[in-house]
């Protein structure tokens, strides 16, 4: 099968870029640099500083043939939003005026068969976007029957992760898997097709992609993060795909914009918690217009959400 490598398209940038702002002067951070899309987009429209970070060292390199068009104007950061504290930093920097956040994969990630993001495309099965770490194989392989069904349902939402379980632990007795086909294949034996043209693995291969690069802990650590970098009147901007993912975000700015929330888990819940550290933009989630929907698929289940940073002080932890 050939690689079809179609350029990233990115998603809402338009909205983004109306939550951040940008500013002349200002410093914001890309936490999803990806193909650079919104780096781009927010560098066009202020003269500003943007630090793009992305742990894929793909991006990074493609982020750094574009930082010379940009005159010490974009730097790029490699390792993950969650650490963008220590990344920041290392720059000298201790607060920004936005930050965005794209979550998950790239179409560039998804197209390289090599990656092993994709059941559409054979090769070997590794999902992980910086190169580090267990593979998608090592888990398939490695983890036990209930441990993969409990990724599968959890991650995927796939009910029927005991089956998807169940053949995956049998047909590794025999051979381990390697390739992504290999393991849609299992997957499509003990799925039936929806008629909606989603393929039977897709919820697996969503599952096996938030575990292996632990896509929920980042956010969630990313979120708390932000709280603590923007500045007030700091903008944050996150663009998320499915519902596990728009949950969080919709949990820690809903507990930031009331400031009901419990603030620890040592305090009981009360009515009177901490100050909010964030203001809604909107309530409720931005999603893509009729425009960008006709030409860009992937942004059908695209989800934003932002919010601005109050002068009140970061909470203790997350909500
Ligand atoms: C959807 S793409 C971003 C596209 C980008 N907004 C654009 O316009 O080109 C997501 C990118 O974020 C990166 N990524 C995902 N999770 C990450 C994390 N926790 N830390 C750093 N980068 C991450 C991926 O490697 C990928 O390049």
Redesign the pocket.
Known sequence: MTDAKAP????L?RE?LEILSPKDGGVYV???????????AILEAADCIVYG????P??ISFGEEMAREFAGRLVMLE?????MEELLAAKGVASVDGI?L????????IDEAARGFSFMRDGPLDMR??GQGRTAAEVVNEESEAELARIIFVYGEEQRSRAIARVVAERREHAPFTRTVELAEAVASVVRPTGRGVHPATRTFQALRIFV???LG??VK?LAASERLLTPGGRLAV?S?HSLEDRRVKNFLSARSEGRARPSRHVPVTDEGPAPSFKLIKRGTIKARSDELAVNPRSRSARLRGAVRTAAPAWTEAA
Request: charged share 20%.
């Open positions: 990233h398209v990115s998603v940038l983004v890309d936490g999803t640099f990806g193909a650079g899309g919104y780096s781009r970070i992305d742990r894929d793909v991006a390792g993950c939003y969650a650490d965005a794209d979550i998950g994969v790239s179409s560039m990630q976007m910086s690069n632990d896509e980042q956010l990313g663009v795909f």
